[in-house]
């Protein structure tokens, strides 16, 4: 019988990158306690309309890369493509937006049905960040400041580069885009047959488009900078201001328009040389329009998402993960017979009530090579019990050389010697 193997494009995670991830974790963590952002836990199933209306009915993501299906009741479910919409769904719904701020985080799987390639699946995971509230440039300063932290943090900040560009008002950008359509009809014939396609849905979104040909057209293009209104741009050199005050290095880029419908205003991508075709670890930007348009009195949010498979596809190819995060044990604890083996958990048991946050691993199988074994778990000490007479001693192993034990005073002398590792 055939053997049943995972959905092309959906990864499980093996303990060997498990400690990377938790490792990231554990870094982006620290940093959004850094700036006080508290942790929101949304399901993975929503509503299908709440994505068609905050994502939007013309972007790649709504039109073909949605995971939808009808539930038993007849009612049309899509597994989340993204995190914004569900947060904003989630505090409006449970009344984080009334008449206060928020700094919420949230971390786990999306569903896009995109082609796998290197860095880009169809389950993949991200910690996003939204906050609510809070109109102001220092806003999204802090959003960039937070995460230009976290790259510092992991070794990152030299391999990456800060893409920004301000999208200004809705009614600025559909000053703009009549401007472009204009311009982009008179070379219609010689468009992409995406672009071609969203001239008529999405003409913004045709500025990202790859086609050498369509490149060459949007050269002479108008350019979306020069029809920002005034507080957008007044909004944006705030921005910058405080970036260049913080020394955080930046590229303006004014083709960034970004695949979602909900921006206005600043946008921002991080993105990398080093992981071929999927450069782009982390993004976001401001979305001033997106708790009314989802039904919530009108409310400011800004928030940006990391792809954590990149993230930790770049720790691991830069050669970025500490030894310490690989490191997952302390002891390996092993019985040089079968008969010490009820003594041996006693002992265990006892060693974890002595040292909290000891991580120790019982050996349960043949008695091979265990000090090999022990290597192979990780773990700094292994221990091999044996008996003499009535009580237990044993052989220590520290990177490769045993170390006698003596019965008298054994666990204490195990417990000293664990107190130096852990
Ligand atoms: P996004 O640009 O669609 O934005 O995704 C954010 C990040 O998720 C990307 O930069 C990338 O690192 C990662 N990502 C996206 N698609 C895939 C994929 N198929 N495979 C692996 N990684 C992927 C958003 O999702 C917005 N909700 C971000 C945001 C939050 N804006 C404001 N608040």
Not at 159 to 175: I, K, Q
Not at 259 to 268: A, P, S
Request: include cysteine; charge should be negative.
């Amino acid at each position: 019988m055939a053997k049943i193997q995972a959905i092309r494009g959906m990864n499980d995670v093996l303990p060997q990158d498990s400690v990377v991830w938790q490792y990231l974790e554990a870094q982006v963590k620290d940093v959004l306690d850094a700036y006080g952002y508290s942790e929101i836990r949304m399901p993975v199933v929503e509503y299908t309309h709440l994505f068609k209306r905050s994502i939007g009915e013309v972007t790649d993501i709504v039109e073909k890369e949605m995971y939808t299906f009808e539930d038993r009741n007849n009612e049309s479910l899509t597994l989340r493509p993204e995190g914004t919409a569900s947060c904003v769904r989630a505090a409006e719904e449970h009344g984080l937006l009334f008449n206060q701020t928020q700094r919420l985080w949230y971390q786990g799987p999306m569903f896009r049905y995109e082609k796998p390639q290197k860095g880009r699946y169809r389950q993949f995971h991200q910690i996003g960040v939204e906050a609510f509230g809070m109109s102001g440039a220092e806003l999204d300063a802090e959003l960039i400041l937070l995460t230009a932290r976290l790259w510092k943090s992991l070794g990152l900040l030299e391999h990456v580069t800060l893409e920004l560009n301000s999208l200004g008002s809705s009614e600025a950008r559909a000053h703009y885009r009549q401007v472009l359509v204009d311009y982009l009809l008179q070379f219609e014939a010689q468009l992409d047959e995406d672009s071609k396609r969203r001239l008529a849905s999405n003409p913004l979104r045709i500025l990202d488009s790859k086609d050498p040909n369509t490149q060459d057209i949007l050269r002479q293009a108008p350019m979306l900078e020069d029809y920002l209104d005034e507080e957008s741009k007044e909004h944006f050199a705030e921005l910058c201001h405080i970036l260049d005050t913080n020394g955080i290095r930046y590229v303006l880029n004014p083709k960034l328009v970004r695949g979602l419908d909900y921006y206005n205003r600043t946008v921002f991508e991080w993105t990398t040389s080093s992981l071929g075709a999927q450069g782009t670890v982390c993004a976001g930007g401001r979305y001033d329009g997106l708790v009314a348009q989802l039904g919530g009195k009108s409310t400011p949010g800004a928030g940006f998402a990391m792809g954590v498979e990149r993230l930790v596809l770049m720790l691991e190819t830069l050669q970025l993960v500490p030894e310490s995060a690989r490191q997952t044990l302390d002891l390996y604890l092993a019985a040089e017979h079968k008969g010490l083996q009820a003594a041996l958990i006693s002992l265990a048991e006892q060693l974890r009530t002595a040292i909290p946050g000891l991580r120790l691993r019982s050996h349960c199988a043949g008695l091979k090579n265990i000090n090999a074994k022990a290597q192979q778990a990780g773990a700094t000490l292994a221990l091999i019990v044996k008996q003499n007479g009535e009580s237990l001693c044993g052989t220590l192993w520290q990177d490769g050389s045993p170390q006698e034990v003596n019965a008298e005073g054994f666990v204490a002398a195990i417990v000293a010697a664990l107190n130096k590792q852990v």
